[in-house]
């Protein structure tokens, strides 16, 4: 597998950082704009490919962020749901992820 | 009061009274157009592109592409043209020398002059205009959709367009601006374009070019204005909607960010090409036909991917900078920088490390899950103006959906005229 130098936003509200703080995992959000925090899962370009595929409306931000933007609430949801579980941020959230759709 | 545009030219508006126009038009060939086009003949009509007043012919557009002016040696980066096929042509028995009548959702739009029939190569078009051939460039991909045949000649609008609440709020011909901003008082008047709902970056990226457009202008009456001119077109799925955009920026002023007599926002309806640097000296060229004496361009202006180099804009209308009316603002970027504690310009700020981005995807990214940004990222009143949208404009999205784009009121509505047969 390629290196996971990919990111997916989860922006963190009360209720999210809550369930972070829960997990144990509050300390892997970060300050990323002007006092809004994220937690990013990092995934492969392999992945990146597949999720860009599933969900068309999304688009990989190459220039600025070198994110994963703009995907449906739903699949955030899924995906922090997921990171939770599995207590990570890494490419295996992710590989849960798309065996689930 | 003087109404002078691009390359000194006065803006001229062709535009038919209606007891004039339903005589004019009777009888005439009527031929339906798309909504490029529609939005196109309103901007020639009421002078937004001139010295233009009708579509291109073949030496405009070789001018256009080889040298980036009209025949005539004025600036002009895009080619303005009207394309129909071999089919249509001979289905509706057009030649040089006919008047037709465009129609546009049923309704009569405008006259055609049709001076001139001809073919041009597009891959070459293309090529001149966008630096590529490549057809995931969008404005590449829309020449290359471009029918065989261009048709040349004057328009001229015989059924002014009702716009719709918000647009109506928002709509200026060109001599409006020039006379609204007589009535403002100001003396500069820089250009901010945009197709976003706008967040604290681009909310400074204004307010710098509002100093450097004031120029040596004395600021005990404040002279200078920041006229959002926002583009209302065509909208790809993702895309802000067009309500949202205009309302957004109009709450800058009214919610206070910005004085109430210093800023202004309109639209121009008009299809990005996503050119970069050639849309940016098309851009100068529409906003010196709305009176503005500065135009603002920050980094990437009006490019698409990879295509264009981040301040290639800027090099460009240096080039062309003594044949412009208008006078180009650079501008750099934007950070938040949380050392600074502040909204920032890279041109001040020495955190390099530190500094915090941002982008527009970025933003939408909140939005869409459904987190409200702090105050330093969009304003809440913003924020609350693009949720409110979202429910009244857009079928509870804040973004353009499939739903949005078969089914969004529509921009402006076209009266029913007897035009005759035929």
Redesign the interface.
Known sequence: MSEADIGI?????EERYEKLQEAGLADLAH??????KVLQIKCTEEQKDKILEKFP?A?Y?????R?I?????EV?DKIFEIALKLKSTGPEVIDEFLKSV | MSYKGHGGKEIVENVLEKEKAKEAIQGLTQIPVRRQIAHECISLSYGFFTPLQGFMGYNDVDAVCKDMTLEDGTVWSIPIVFDMSDDEIKKYDIKEGDTVLFTYMDAPLAMFEIEEIYEYDKKFMAEKVYGTTEEKHPGVKRTYEYADKFLAGKVTLVNEPKFNEPYASFWKTPKQHFEAFKEKGWEHVVAHQTRNVPHTGHEWLMKYAWFAANEDLTVDTLKTGVLVNCIIGEKRKGDYIDEAILLAQNMLRVAGYFREDVHMVTFTLWDMRYAGPREAVFHAALRANLGCTHHMYGRDHAGVGDYYGTYDAHYLLKSVKDKLSIKPVFILENWYCPVCAEVTSSAFCAHTKEKQKFSGTLIRSIIIDGVKPTRLVLRPEVFDTVMECAEKYGFGSPFVTDKYLTDRQPIFTLEPMDVGKA
């Open positions: 936003n989860i922006w963190i509200n300050d990323k704009l002007a006092g809004m409306m688009k931000d190459a220039s600025t962020t994110t933007e703009l995907l449906p609430r955030k």
